[in-house]
């Protein structure tokens, strides 16, 4: 069974970013305090024209819950964090959700009463990948990833706004995954999964 599964943004196979979590989670597999069963989900590289279609979107969230299947923690980056609400919506159960940078609507609702137990949005409002999606024409990127969530009160969701020091490089979107931030935001993120 599938225990924790990393889903990459757009314009990356995640090897460059949310994947470096996952590797770095393995390495210290030895010292049994990370989550075991890492799975790597990817449907891309894929462009903000690809990111834009609706029906992309749905295929590639069944593909996800075909793939993982109910009870998985997912972890997301930027339009990942959209295959992973897009799945819930469909029916995916999971059991915690962390969602790094999500290029969602903030005030975008979970299922009621399923999708997930627990969902953290860790935003950052410097953010300028966001910012500069939120204002492509006709795209569905959202604020969530500078504003955190701001939807109906849901008390399985919690805001972490992450400091502007914890999220290095130009555009302060991919930063978790880079240098001593990756050390950081691992050891945040086994704390989150136990």
Sequence with gaps: ??????????????????????????????????????????YGPIGPNDARDLKFLQETAFRLIKEVG????????????????????LGLEAHRVILFAPA?????????GRGC???????????????????????????MGRKGYDGPVDNRVINFKAQPLDTPGPFKHSGYFTGDDLLTWSDRVKTWLK
């Design 104 to 112: 969602v609507e903030s005030w975008l609702a979970l299922p009621q």
């Design 70 to 89: 109910d009870g998985a923690d997912l972890i997301g980056h930027s339009n990942g964090c959209r295959v992973i609400i897009e799945a819930m919506r």
């Design 117 to 143: 137990d627990t969902m953290i949005v860790v935003h950052n409002p410097r953010d300028k990948a966001i910012r500069a999606g939120e204002m492509m024409f006709y795209h569905p990127f959202g604020s």
């Design 1 to 42: 069974m599938i225990k924790t599964v990393f889903v990459h943004g757009i314009n990356t196979n995640g090897n460059d970013d949310i994947f470096r979590m996952a590797d770095h989670l393995e390495s210290e597999a030895d010292t049994k305090m990370v989550p075991s069963n890492l799975h790597r989900f990817r």
